[in-house]
């Protein structure tokens, strides 16, 4: 069991900054492939970025590919996602999850969710 608690969303303005945290429990982190996903009212879940368990690989969407930027740091337990030149179609309520196996992409993949934190971007 894997309990995953998301903070650093809010409000900012359009061309703003934000940086997203998810710290997991349990002493597996390192061992596991890690992602984003965000939900708009209306829309289905949708994928943002993954790492891979060791942070030597990474995988976004091209929406956001070339301003945001996903990490991790294994001793510290913690993913995040660093969040550049946001528009207010990245607003959303953001999610990180834990890749259970195949494919990084599809959010059934993932076995694991946090509650999510809501970024908002105003125009």
């Known amino acids: 069991q894997v309990q995953l608690i998301e903070s650093g969303g809010g409000l900012v303005q359009a061309g703003g900054s934000l940086t997203l945290s998810c710290r997991a429990s349990?002493?597996?982190?390192?061992?596991?492939?890690m992602g984003w996903f965000r939900q708009a009212p209306g829309k289905e879940r949708e994928f943002v970025a993954a790492?891979?368990?060791?942070?030597?690989?990474?995988y976004y969407a091209d929406s956001v590919k070339g301003r945001f930027t996903i990490s991790r740091d294994n001793t510290k337990n913690t993913l995040y996602l660093e969040m550049n030149s946001l528009r207010p179609e990245d607003t959303a309520v953001y999610y990180c999850?834990?890749?259970?196996?195949?494919?990084?992409?599809?959010?059934?993949?993932?076995?694991?969710w946090g509650q999510g934190t809501q970024v908002t971007v105003s125009s």
């Open positions: 999850g834990v890749r259970d196996s195949g494919s990084y992409y599809a959010n059934t993949r993932y076995r694991y």
């Open positions: 790492i891979s368990s060791s942070g030597g690989s990474t």
């Open positions: 349990g002493r597996t982190f390192s061992t596991y492939g």
